[in-house]
């Protein structure tokens, strides 16, 4: 599904005093995601001057959201500085809350890209890593995207440009699994050129082949056996993984968050009460078919966790996989279902065929697994991992931010059509 363009508002704050346009409103512009181009949170930190979000981005309604930002250095060209009391009173509410929460106590799971100081931080930290090898940054960091689950800025140096990520401590592990996959798959992931695993923080070389579409069909189809491969060669090195803080995702502790969050994830009170019934019907058989699924005889491996389109470059030779925030040790028919459903939407052809290409180089490596089982219980086995992934997020991030609205139950209503139907229709 595809959403209407927003209205952006930019509040620069300075103290007590927001920058307005000559006719006293905040600047604005358009974000359409249809249109490609740069996200909202590089144009809203460009537009005035250069400037830092002090806050996640909020939602005024369906169409309208609100960056408050504050200044880097340098005042902007065009407009004036006026008294936050001069604002609607429901914007001055929002802006003076952010502005609160910047110089005192952030609310609980707010990451550390919006604290003062942080960007200095990390540029103080890119300056050290780069001296030992003549490399120099050339000027601040520019923010390619700011959201509650990472901190993504480009790095202009004399070598050219390198990104920095930062991410959320949900997934702090994901500087270490990258450092990790670099020194054992180095033609597969980003270029690293350092980490601070402590802080989650991860510099790269840039990837060629990047694309705000998402890498087409081809790539897939490359990946794929590289890929398959790649999870295999893992077997040898997953205690390396795990140290590096790969979280294990494997059968029990996926069936044991997938419990937790049907009881517990209140986006499921949405449910009717006949959907309801149909889920506890399905539970049982939900947990029966992914016990099934583990006892196919493959082996758990390297898994990416979300292996789609727009995490993946691909410069027309070689596939690179990067977004690493879901790294973790899994089944591996799981990124293979991923990879089969992307190739689908993009080429046609039936997903169930396209699964079994996909995942084609396992019948060799594992010649007395079930296959064919394995290939018909894995999507539903991705609609649980996934389901536990988007409650783990939304119990480890900031409260508000409506990044993660509505995903759990629709990927729960997905469970329940897959198992037990769409309903008394069905039947």
Same mark, same amino acid.
């Given at each position: 599904m595809t ?8 509040? /620069? ?10 006719d ?8 359409? *995601?249809?249109?490609?181009g740069?996200?909202? +949170?590089? +144009? ?5 001057t250069?400037?830092a979000? $002090?806050?996640p981005? #909020? ?26 009391a001069?604002l ?6 929002? #802006?003076?809350?952010? %502005?609160?929460? @910047?110089?005192g +106590? ?5 990451p ?11 540029e103080e ?6 001296? *030992? ?7 601040p /960091?520019?923010t ?7 901190a ?5 140096t004399?070598?050219? +440009? ?6 959320c401590? @949900?997934?702090g ?8 996959? %670099?020194?054992? =798959? ?10 601070d695993r402590d802080?989650s923080w ?7 082949g ?5 890498a ?6 490359v990946?794929?056996?590289r890929?398959a491969a790649?999870?295999v060669?893992?077997l040898d090195w997953l205690d390396?993984l795990?140290?590096a803080?790969?979280p294990?995702?494997?059968? &029990?502790p996926?069936l ?6 049907? %009881? ?7 449910l009717?009460?006949?959907e309801?019934?149909r889920l506890?019907?399905a539970? *049982? ?7 099934? =699924?583990?006892?196919?005889?493959f082996p758990?491996? =390297?898994?990416?966790?979300? $292996?789609?389109a ?6 027309g030779?070689? *596939? ?13 028919? $799981? ?10 939407e993009?080429?046609g052809g ?20 079930? !296959?064919?089982?394995?290939v &018909? ?7 649980v991992?996934?389901?536990?992934? !988007?409650?783990g997020?939304v119990r480890a991030l ?5 990044? !993660?609205d ?18 008394p229709?069905?039947?």
């Amino acid at each position: 599904m595809t959403r209407p363009p927003h209205t952006i508002h930019v509040a /620069l704050v300075d103290g007590d005093r927001v920058w307005t346009t000559p006719d006293g409103a905040l600047p604005s512009f358009v974000d359409d *995601p249809q249109a490609g181009g740069p996200t909202a +949170t590089a +144009t809203a930190a460009r537009l005035l001057t250069d400037a830092a979000h $002090l806050a996640p981005v #909020v939602v005024l309604d369906e169409t309208n959201r609100l960056h408050v930002l504050g200044s880097r250095g340098g005042t902007p060209e065009r407009g004036r500085w006026a008294d936050l009391a001069a604002l609607p009173a429901d914007l001055r509410a929002h #802006v003076e809350a952010a %502005a609160r929460a @910047h110089r005192g +106590t952030p609310p609980a799971h707010r990451p550390a890209w919006y604290a003062p100081g942080w960007h200095d931080e990390v540029e103080e930290w890119i300056d050290s890593v780069l001296a *030992p090898s003549g490399r120099a940054r050339t000027g601040p /960091l520019r923010t390619h995207r700011v959201w509650s689950v990472s901190a993504v800025h480009t790095v202009p140096t004399d070598r050219g +440009t390198l990104w920095f990520k930062a991410s959320c401590d @949900h997934f702090g592990a994901e500087a270490g699994i990258v450092e990790t996959l %670099a020194s054992h =798959l180095p033609d597969l992931v980003p270029e690293v050129v350092a980490t601070d695993r402590d802080r989650s923080w991860l510099l790269t070389e840039p990837l060629a082949g990047v694309s705000d579409d998402g890498a087409p069909a081809d790539a897939a189809a490359v990946l794929a056996p590289r890929w398959a491969a790649a999870q295999v060669a893992s077997l040898d090195w997953l205690d390396e993984l795990r140290a590096a803080g790969a979280p294990d995702r494997g059968l &029990e502790p996926t069936l044991l968050a997938w419990r937790d969050a049907l %009881a517990s994830n209140r986006e499921l009170d949405d449910l009717t009460a006949e959907e309801r019934a149909r889920l506890a019907a399905a539970v *049982p058989l939900v947990e029966s078919r992914l016990r099934d =699924l583990w006892g196919c005889g493959f082996p758990e491996t =390297l898994g990416h966790g979300d $292996l789609h389109a727009g995490n993946v470059a691909f410069d027309g030779v070689r *596939p690179r996989i990067f977004d690493w925030s879901d790294g973790c040790v899994t089944h591996p028919f $799981l990124d293979g279902t991923h990879l089969a459903h992307w190739i689908t939407e993009e080429s046609g052809g039936a997903v169930d065929e396209r699964v079994r290409a996909v995942l084609a180089p396992w019948r060799d490596a594992c010649p007395a697994a079930d !296959f064919e089982r394995a290939v &018909e219980l894995a999507p539903l086995a991705d609609l649980v991992f996934q389901t536990v992934t !988007f409650d783990g997020l939304v119990r480890a991030l900031e409260a508000g931010t409506g990044d !993660f609205d509505g995903v759990v139950v629709m990927l729960t209503r997905k469970v329940i059509e897959t198992v037990v139907g769409g309903g008394p229709q069905d039947s």
